[in-house]
């Protein structure tokens, strides 16, 4: 198979990232991971909702995503929030680097799915939203959703 034509499987969604932050810019990294835990993510007991995304060492590592414990694991099990390294290619590890300097802007995790048999990670370079801005985007999204009602009709 091609390098499109794999399947791609979503395992978990941050649903609180495009409500609290305004997305600027994507990038679908690699992940690296123990047996245990692959196993979990078939399963989909994970969850990004508290999850960033830092960068150590010239490296990006994902921090603090609960990928629970393997129920059939045993003492080799793993644990459930260690930090994760994140495979990225050198210079987009430098040029995110680069904007997280920037005042506001952070890296957060929107998705998890597994592409073919690995398992890939969009983040997303964001900028938090004030409450109100988060009050217009909600507003913004029931319109459209009513427009669309309207058209159907």
């Given at each position: 198979m ?5 399947p ?21 990294v ?20 508290e999850?960033?995304?830092?960068i150590?060492?010239?490296?990006m ?28 290619h ?51 999204r ?10 159907r009709?």
């Amino acid at each position: 198979m091609s390098e499109t034509e794999r399947p791609i499987r979503e395992i978990a969604f941050n649903r609180k990232a495009k409500r609290d932050y305004e997305i600027l810019d994507t990038l679908e990294v690699g992940i690296v991971l123990v047996g245990t835990e692959v196993k979990t993510l078939r399963n989909g007991h994970v969850s990004l909702a508290e999850s960033f995304v830092k960068i150590r060492d010239g490296q990006m590592w994902l921090e603090k995503c609960h990928i629970d414990e393997y129920v059939e694991g045993n003492v080799y099990n793993h644990d459930p929030v260690r930090s994760r390294r994140l495979l990225a290619h050198k210079r987009e590890t430098v040029k995110w680097f680069q904007k997280m300097k920037e005042k506001g802007l952070t890296v957060v995790p929107l998705r998890l799915f597994f592409k073919g048999r690995h398992a890939k990670l969009e983040i997303a370079m964001a900028r938090g939203r004030k409450q109100h801005d988060k009050r217009q985007a909600l507003k913004d999204r029931d319109s459209r959703k009513e427009l669309r009602g309207l058209r159907r009709r």
